[in-house]
């Protein structure tokens, strides 16, 4: 089983994911995080970028989309914590992606936790 935290920041319930259990791989994967979200009240699920299949940064494969719209179908915001700038250096499609994503509010990648909680903080 993994493990996870509920933190709240800036008001808002956090569910730290752990760097163990499974990969953030399918739609089913996402559907388990949302169900851990929504057994304690947590509006954003964080899984650190070690959590998430390789085949997510692929874009063609499809497995983000579909993590993603299960996310966006329960209204939980899906923020991937650590470093991904080797990924987005090898692909435009990724990096174009990142950058509209952070953009809005339901999907961020994020460096750490710090950065996080910045994101977080009332405007």
Known sequence: MATSDLLTTHGVAVLVCGDDGRKLGSGDTALELIGDAMGCQAEVVAVPVERVADEFFTLRSGVAGDVVQKFVN???????????????????????????????????FVNDRAALEERLAPA
């Open 74 to 108: 329960y209204r939980i915001r899906l923020v991937i914590v650590g470093d991904i700038a080797s990924r987005v250096a090898d692909s435009d499609a990724l990096r174009d992606w990142v950058r509209e994503a952070n953009r809005g509010s339901q999907v961020w």
